[in-house]
């Protein structure tokens, strides 16, 4: 069978399980498969590929038809302007958590060396893309998992940034090292009684730890501000992520915790997403 005929039938029995983009996912895992680019597969869709390979391939066309996210599967995720390695012990980078990332360089423009902390680092996607851009600024980044760690230290390798990020296995709650020019955060926010109803790629593959924001969606989000009021320096910056209805609510906490709102920022949909303060 050529590469063209094995995409589309691993693209309809993904439609047939109603999985969105069926054809693009068969294009991404088999270009997993073969281990060359996207660009590749196209450009010589008529080739033949061998019997292991095809049977790869439809392994992973039978993983990504139970809703196994295509990113666990390729074990890798774009964020910001990187590719970051990925595995089901993480969240997966989202396009609005880059939000976190674009707010933090456009605070820091003119900042020669700062000191940045990441509260629930996970794949370090959030903290290596802004120490990548930023050269002379150095990290520090905490998690509860030491899955999370050792993917973020993975990272910060790859990215050649490993030297300016610390990295250190803490609950919020208990972590007193330092005090910080800036904090970043992408704490679970989702309550819950709605994990269930997320979509199952999600639902079913992602960590709850990582979603988990307790019963009103809150618990995380108020250990983080609390103890970020704590860590950062006078008028230093925090830029947390939030979720879309959550934003009178963390207002009201930030301002609790000595801080000044400077802005919120919508994502992608138009959504309350994040929110810039100041410690005053």
């Not at 919020?172 to 979509?199: A, C, H, M, Q, R």
């Not at 860590?231 to 609510?249: A, S, T």
């Amino acid at each position: 069978m050529n590469i063209n005929l094995a995409i589309n039938e691993g693209s309809k029995i993904l439609k047939s399980k109603f999985i969105p983009n069926p054809l693009l996912d068969a294009e991404i895992l088999m270009a997993k498969t073969i281990n060359k680019d996207r660009s590749y597969i196209l450009l010589n869709s008529s080739d033949y590929i061998n019997k292991n390979d095809l049977d790869n391939f439809f392994k992973l066309i039978e993983q990504r038809s139970l809703g196994n996210p295509v990113a666990y599967l390729i074990e890798k995720k774009f964020f910001w302007n990187s590719e970051f390695f990925v595995t089901k012990d993480i969240l997966i980078p989202r396009p609005d958590t880059e939000l976190v990332v674009e707010n933090t360089l456009r605070l820091t423009k003119q900042k020669s060396k700062i000191n940045i902390l990441d509260i629930g680092v996970g794949s370090g996607c959030i903290i290596v893309s802004i120490l990548k851009e930023r050269e002379n600024f150095s990290g520090t980044g905490i998690d509860l998992s030491k899955k999370c760690l050792i993917i973020s230290k993975k990272n910060a390798i790859a990215h050649k940034v490993s030297s300016r990020l610390k990295l250190y296995k803490s609950d919020v709650d208990k972590f007193n090292l330092g005090k910080y020019d800036l904090i970043v955060s992408n704490p679970p926010y989702i309550k819950t009684f709605k994990l269930k109803y997320l979509e199952r790629d999600v639902a079913d593959f992602e960590p709850r730890l990582a979603l988990n924001g307790g019963l009103d969606g809150l618990s995380e989000i108020r250990k983080v501000i609390k103890k970020s009021s704590e860590l950062i320096k006078k008028n230093g910056k925090f830029v947390l992520e939030i979720g879309f209805d959550q934003k009178k609510k963390v207002i009201n906490l930030l301002k609790q915790n000595g801080f000044f709102i400077n802005s919120i920022q919508k994502d992608l949909a138009y959504n309350d997403r994040c929110i810039v303060s100041t410690k005053i």
